[in-house]
């Protein structure tokens, strides 16, 4: 190149800043790999809707599933876990909640990789993959303020009305053998036992029950026993307290907040 046509000093140094800039904005576009490893906040919703609805599809008889398509599955649990993701997006702005895209994958690739056996079992709040709660992870200890329970680690806000924008507390324990009226007053995982009046563990699939509370999945009235698996024909996985509801089927980190606003 000759001599008069060179770049001079100053506008090399200001292309190479450019330049620097260019590649700075690209690396937080990508999370430096993060974003794309993992399962952002904005598409949690569809993937984890997608390796749900796989699994019914792949596990689940015809009959079982009904006139439901894979469509039908996707958009309505898709739908019903984006409303989810913006309570996830509004803890996590008030500093209560961590979500974890790499561990939100690590749940993905968990549910995906679930045999029909275990897929038969259950798939509930209390029973899916260890990693799925990991990543939404609660920050506020007992007795801090609330208004979800995602926010607290024993995953039980009490008080809370956001009807009137006000916020609850965290409780401090687990609600084992807490006296109880209702299975309102019983955090997540756990139902009012109506013969002592003390909130005990959901029972699992095979267990002997009477009410529908009392099953992680649900009741069946012939047989007596917890079913291993009511979800299929609600293109969704059966959860507690909502058996029946097709529009929330898919939300099992909502259970105890729906179930205690009942």
């Known amino acids: 190149m000759p001599t008069s046509e060179r770049p001079d000093h100053d506008t090399m140094q200001a292309t190479a800043g450019a330049v620097a800039c260019l590649l700075a904005v690209a690396a937080v576009a ?13 598409a949690f919703p569809s993937k984890y809707s997608q390796a749900l609805c796989a699994q019914n599809f792949r596990c689940c008889s015809a009959a079982d599933i009904g006139g439901n398509t894979m469509m039908d599955c996707t958009d309505t649990n898709t739908s019903t876990l984006e409303f989810f993701a913006s309570t996830i997006a509004d803890s996590q702005s008030r500093g209560r909640v ?24 259950g798939f509930s709040i209390t029973r899916q993959p260890a990693v799925c709660d990991a990543a939404v992870a609660p920050k506020v200890a007992p007795g801090g303020a609330c208004r979800d329970d995602i926010d607290c680690t024993t995953h039980t806000c009490e008080g809370a009305d956001l009807s009137a924008d006000v916020e609850g507390t965290c409780a401090g324990t687990s609600s084992l053998g807490k ?15 109506v013969s002592t009046s003390l ?49 929330v089927a898919a939300l099992i980190l909502l259970v105890g907040r729906r179930r205690r606003s009942a």
């Open 179 to 193: 006296a109880c009226t209702g299975s309102a007053d019983c955090s997540i995982g756990f139902y009012c036992d």
């Open 199 to 247: 909130c005990a563990a959901e029972k699992g699939a095979g267990e002997p029950c009477e009410l529908e509370l009392e099953c992680a999945t649900s009741c069946n009235s012939t047989t007596h026993q917890c079913s291993c698996y009511a979800g299929c024909a609600v293109a969704g996985p059966a959860s507690p307290g909502l058996i029946g509801l097709a529009a």
């Open 98 to 121: 961590k979500y974890d895209a790499d561990l939100m994958q690590m749940c993905v690739d968990a549910i995906a990789a679930m045999s029909c056996e275990d897929w038969a079992l």
């Open 30 to 42: 990508l999370g430096c790999g993060g974003s794309e490893s993992g399962v952002g906040l904005g």
